[in-house]
């Protein structure tokens, strides 16, 4: 009796740990389908033609497939926006952790999650048809939709990752080192500044690699309000087209198993890379520097 | 002898005053030597009116930062609600599109994402729930439960439109589903899975660790507890996961766009297979691929405004029910 009993927990136990694994099983199959539909253009243009390759023109003939206008604007849209999300995000989170009053912290953290929540065809919904046409007017460019628009848009999505994130860890910094400053003589502000944003800085780097792997990945900002223009940008009110938004547009014109549709899926494996660096450097710092207790600091 | 020894005395005595012993000090004085340091530096002639006002500057540009945010989603929510709510009537709502999208409702748009949407949290909530039971309650620290963790919280981060290529050429073209409801629910069902996960976790971690003791203490092995005393416990807090889950399928556009989401169609689905309309996806065609755009806003506006309500509704819901049991316990 007491034998069938420990072999069904035993069981069970089974049973749940294959479950658990079955996330990694997702994320290997993502992998694999990426490869699998993505490796075939390689046999056409060679891996540093791809990614060095500065014409992107998949339904000329003959077709070009060059991925660098796409790289560039990926990349200048996420360092842009992250320029405005990072100094935005840290400094909300020190002041909801920090100074804010508890009725205020109350509020204002839901309202965090529910920007969060917003979803981004509604924010770049809003760059379309009210950012653009005042940034056309207001200083006199071509178009609004471009790279600063859009970067702007993604700022504002990836603000409530950074804060959400590093407000935990700026409120997680053990109370005795807050004391400790406070009762050396030192002001709020200079106990926030070099007690608590030292010891807290692991969380808000962990955030800041968060934030901006959501906003390199971001598909539709970019693919609405970034003006679509595959060329390397001269300015940043220049026209782009990042690499989420390459593949959103064209996939449904391009024919299936073709050239094309190989090389949209190549751009996919390029951006999960790239977001899967992002998120193990964030796992990294996350676990090599987590403070424990006030003892380790 | 005796002199002697009270002449050293005195001048370890003189040593002591010119020198006080506290390391701390000493270096402070290295630094700048005679002046009087205080512990903590400050820039010099920093009075403390003028770390006053640093202070007081340094906490209006944090207010301010803050403040940008909470106008932001005020100034996206107002301009929306404004041009919006004059689209929404009963028509809008409970129609077809009509004359090539250009009149007419968003009632399949409704339909459909409310299909994908509960479709995806229900494929979801079993596996995530079982994930978050393995994590919580039966796993060890150690390599496996690190690797699990990795591979979750990679999971989470892969774009959506990495998703949407996985469900092109996973569940549509390798499993032959087609374009369709179905293939929509298993690509949102793998994209919320993390969230389904995190906040089952965190449901069970909720639950006091004398539950389980007592139950244990009775003579119950472990899965009798999880089953009859943990899981009971936790249940509500999981199902604020879930909804969180929907409203977080609910939204999403770029996973939908290959996998289950048409332009138009003219009927509703009459089975899994068939394809739908979503309302984020019928937003981004209204609004950049419409037959007439300008004239179409309207319905763009209404479109959206009827998004983000599903969606923070939801999230409102969760959120308040969540209080509600944090004030409880």
């Given at each position: ?68 206008p796409?790289?560039v604007a990926s990349l200048a849209v996420?360092i842009l926006s992250?320029m405005i ?47 653009a046409?005042?940034l056309q007017?207001h200083l006199d460019i071509a178009t609004g939709l471009n790279l600063f628009n859009a970067a702007l ?72 309000v970034a003006g679509g223009a595959a060329m390397i940008p001269t300015s940043i009110f220049k026209p782009v087209r990042p ?55 | ?329």
């Open positions: 009796m007491i034998k069938s009993r420990h072999k069904r927990e035993r069981f069970i136990q089974f049973f749940f740990l294959f479950t658990a694994l079955i996330s990694i099983l997702v994320l290997s199959m993502i992998l694999l389908f990426l490869f699998m539909e993505g490796i075939p253009i390689f046999a056409k243009v060679s891996l540093t033609d791809f990614v060095f390759g500065r014409e992107w023109y998949p339904t000329a003939s003959p077709a070009d497939f060059g991925i660098l796409l790289l996420t992250a999300s990072i100094p935005l995000g840290v400094m909300t989170a020190i002041y909801l952790a920090e100074i804010a009053s508890m009725r205020v912290r109350k509020i204002a953290k839901p309202v965090i999650e529910l920007l969060a929540a917003l979803p981004s065809v509604v924010i770049g919904f809003f760059g379309m048809v009210v950012v046409p005042f007017d848009m993604l700022a504002f999505m990836s603000v409530p990752t950074i804060c959400s994130i590093s407000e935990d860890a700026i409120y997680n910094v053990p109370i005795e080192l807050k004391e400790a400053s406070l009762a050396l003589g030192a002001t709020r502000w200079e106990t926030v500044f070099r007690v608590i944003l030292p010891a807290s800085l692991s969380g808000i780097s962990t955030a800041v690699i968060l934030g901006m792997s959501r906003a390199i990945g971001e598909t539709m900002v970019v693919l609405m690499m989420p938004a390459s593949i959103a547009a064209e996939m449904a014109e391009a024919p299936f198993r073709s050239e094309h549709y190989h090389a949209l899926f190549a751009i996919g494996m390029a951006l999960f890379i790239f977001t899967l660096l992002f998120n193990l450097v964030a796992d990294y710092i996350a676990h090599k520097h987590t403070q424990v207790g006030a003892a380790t600091l | 002898m005796k002199l002697f020894n009270l002449q050293t005395y005195a001048a370890d005595k003189e040593t002591l005053v010119e020198q006080p012993g506290d390391p701390v000090r000493r270096s402070a004085q290295d630094e700048q030597p005679g002046a009087a340091q205080p512990i903590l530096k400050t820039p010099p002639g920093a009075s403390m009116g003028s770390r006053r006002w640093m202070q007081r500057s340094m906490f209006s540009l944090l207010r301010g930062a803050a403040l940008i945010n909470g106008l932001a989603l005020i100034i996206i929510l107002g301009f929306l609600v404004f041009h919006g709510w004059r689209a929404i009537n009963w028509t809008f709502l409970t129609q077809a599109p009509a004359d090539s999208m250009t009149k007419g409702g968003i009632f399949p748009c409704i339909v459909g994402t409310f299909l994908l949407s509960f479709g995806a949290m229900l494929a979801a909530f079993p596996w995530g729930v079982a994930s978050a039971i393995y994590l919580h309650e039966y796993a060890r620290p150690g390599l496996i439960l690190r690797v699990v963790r990795l591979g979750i919280s990679n999971l989470a981060g892969i774009p959506s439109v990495v998703f949407g290529l996985f469900g092109l050429a996973f569940f549509v073209t390798w499993c032959n589903l087609g374009v369709s409801v179905l293939s929509g629910i298993l690509t949102l069902g793998v994209l919320i899975l993390p969230v389904i996960i995190g906040t089952a976790e965190e449901a069970l971690r909720s639950v006091p660790a004398t539950y389980r003791e007592a139950s244990l203490a009775l003579g119950a092995t472990k899965w009798q507890t999880i089953y009859r005393v943990v899981l009971p416990a936790a249940f509500p807090g999981m199902l604020t996961g879930s909804i969180l889950g929907i409203s977080r399928a609910a939204g999403e556009t770029a996973a939908i766009m290959f996998t289950a989401a048409v332009f138009f169609t003219r009927h509703l689905p009459s089975s899994v297979f068939d394809p739908v309309m979503a309302l984020p996806y019928h937003v981004y065609v209204l609004a950049t691929a419409g037959t007439q755009i300008e004239v179409t806003r309207p319905l763009q506006y209404g479109t959206a405004l009827v998004l983000i309500a599903l969606v923070f509704g939801m999230n409102l819901i969760a959120i308040v029910y969540r209080a509600r049991l944090q004030a409880r316990s």
